[in-house]
């Protein structure tokens, strides 16, 4: 017989017992008295270092076994072989099999669950959410980065009259042309969730005519038709949470910066969607695709020059992290849409 303690399951008290199997069956006794039950009615359990086995009994109650290799040895002696898991948990490549098909799933679960997700999700937030987070975004980027526009009042509403006409009424997603000077930003313009598509003064100057800043804005408005800024939002949201877990304590900055790497795979796939809308808008009206393609080259030279002109400095590191994908490649897919 071996040692065991032995707990009924109505209490916590400790029984001191010993335990045996005799003809298929599990036969305890102590203090308490004997009781058998059939080997098939209760669960056993090896521990993977040897040090501990417990068995349970249907009705709760339980025994915790400290001599893990006599308890082996009687099951051995009946046919009986070790728990599976535990054996299991003592095979070192099952272990790594284990934790590759772990690593295996997050990575699934990143790449292809994470965006179906917010793909889902994002069309199904009220546009009073949206346009919530958009005066927020905005609010705080008039108080820094952004000032009042320079442009002409004018010269704004030929540009989104020009912008209008791309479509027929109601074709192009619900938006809202802002027009604003970033001159740390440099040429550029961008879309808010809420339907927001703010144009910077440094894009108009550096245009050579209003068609590549409608251009321009035909693919802001692509991201707006996928939602992508929300679906952007909804992903890095859970990827920041996730990383933030994982860091503990760790600056809020790093986990902030690791989540943003994480993140750039989804821009790239966005802003190639986006150029795709933009395509289909220009080609199925009189404009043409052309002035997308040359503004992209322009501004990559723009680009360029801010950052030679930065030296590493804090345009390099943004730069740095930029998930546009190349231009060369946005172009070329551009071009192929004319086919």
Same mark, same amino acid.
């Given at each position: 017989?071996?040692?065991?303690?032995?707990?009924?399951?109505?209490?916590?008290?400790?029984?001191?017992a010993t335990l045996g199997l005799r003809d298929g069956?599990? @036969?305890?006794?102590?203090?308490?008295?004997?009781?058998?039950?059939?080997?098939g009615a209760v669960e056993i359990c090896t521990g993977a270092d040897q040090t501990l086995s417990t068995?349970?009994?249907?009705?709760?109650?339980m025994c915790e076994i400290r001599d893990s290799?006599?308890?082996?040895?009687?099951?051995?002696?009946?046919?009986?072989?070790?728990?599976? !898991?535990a054996h299991a948990e003592r095979r070192w490549h099952w272990a790594l099999a284990a934790l590759a098909g772990a690593v295996l799933i997050i990575a699934a679960s990143y790449a292809y669950a994470l965006p179906w997700i917010a793909? +889902?999700?994002?069309?199904?937030?009220? /546009?009073? !959410?949206? /346009?919530?987070?958009s005066d927020t975004v905005l609010k705080g980027l008039d108080?820094? +980065? +952004?000032?009042p526009s320079k442009t002409s009042p004018q010269r704004q509403q030929e540009i989104a009259a020009k912008v209008a006409a791309l479509a027929g009424p109601g074709q192009l997603p619900p938006h809202r042309l802002l027009f604003r000077a970033g001159p740390t930003l440099g040429p550029n313009a961008f879309a808010l969730p809420g339907g927001d !598509?703010? @144009?910077?003064?440094?894009?108009?100057?550096?245009?050579?005519?209003d068609e590549e800043v409608v251009a321009v804005v035909a693919h802001e408005l692509?991201?707006?038709?996928?939602?992508?800024?929300?679906? /952007?939002?909804? /992903?890095?949201? @859970?990827?920041?949470?996730? @990383?933030?877990v994982y860091l503990g304590d760790v600056s809020t900055v790093v986990a902030g910066l690791t989540a943003l790497l994480l993140e750039s795979r989804y821009s790239r796939e966005f802003e190639l969607e986006a150029d795709a809308y933009a395509g289909r808008l220009l080609l199925a009206t009189p404009a043409s695709i052309e002035p997308l393609i040359d503004t992209l080259l322009r501004l990559e030279q723009a680009h360029a020059k801010r950052r030679a002109a930065d030296r590493g400095g804090l345009f390099g590191a943004t730069d740095l992290l930029s998930s546009h994908p190349d231009t060369a490649g946005r172009v070329n897919a551009l071009r192929a849409m004319k086919r």
């Open positions: 017989m071996i040692a065991a303690d032995y707990f009924d399951g109505r209490s916590s008290r400790r029984h001191p069956t599990v @036969v305890v006794e102590g203090d308490f008295g004997r009781r058998s039950t059939a080997l068995i349970r009994f249907a009705d709760g109650a290799a006599a308890w082996a040895a009687e099951l051995a002696g009946a046919g009986i072989g070790a728990d599976a !898991v793909g +889902l999700l994002a069309p199904a937030i009220p /546009q009073a !959410v949206t /346009q919530s987070i108080g820094g +980065l +952004l000032a !598509v703010v @144009v910077l003064d440094e894009l108009l100057a550096l245009a050579t005519r692509g991201h707006l038709r996928h939602h992508h800024g929300m679906r /952007q939002l909804l /992903q890095s949201a @859970v990827v920041s949470f996730v @990383v933030g």
